[in-house]
């Protein structure tokens, strides 16, 4: 299945495009760190690195996340099981990698 890219809002903002291009390049960092800590059962620091990319993804015009980071904290606050926990980041993470700084 080939998923279209997610855009930001301010893509077509000159004044954003060098910002758009860094945040989007080190996304697969911060996706490698959310990862692990969930890995590790570590769910503060999950919850931590989550929060803060969603913040961010909200920031850069890529709101196309949002709802995806807060079901995923909502999954890791409730105690849902594990299997559940995993979808969420799972959908999270795969929705994160098709963030794009190149306009259509």
């Known amino acids: 299945?080939?998923?279209n890219p997610i855009r930001s809002t301010l893509i077509g903002d000159p004044d954003f495009k060098q910002l758009l291009v860094e945040f989007v390049s080190k996304v697969p960092k911060r996706l490698e760190s959310i990862r692990n800590a969930m890995n590790e059962s570590d769910?503060?620091?999950l919850c931590a690195l989550l929060h803060q990319l969603k913040g961010a993804c909200g920031s850069y015009g890529f709101h196309e996340l949002t709802p995806?980071?807060?079901?995923?904290e909502a999954e890791?606050?409730?105690g849902a099981s594990l299997r559940s926990q995993l979808d969420a980041l799972e959908i999270f993470i795969e929705s994160c990698m098709r963030m794009t700084a190149e306009p259509e």
């Open 1 to 3: 299945m080939i998923s």
């Open 68 to 72: 995806l980071a807060s079901q995923l």
């Open 43 to 45: 769910t503060k620091n």
């Open 76 to 78: 890791l606050r409730s």
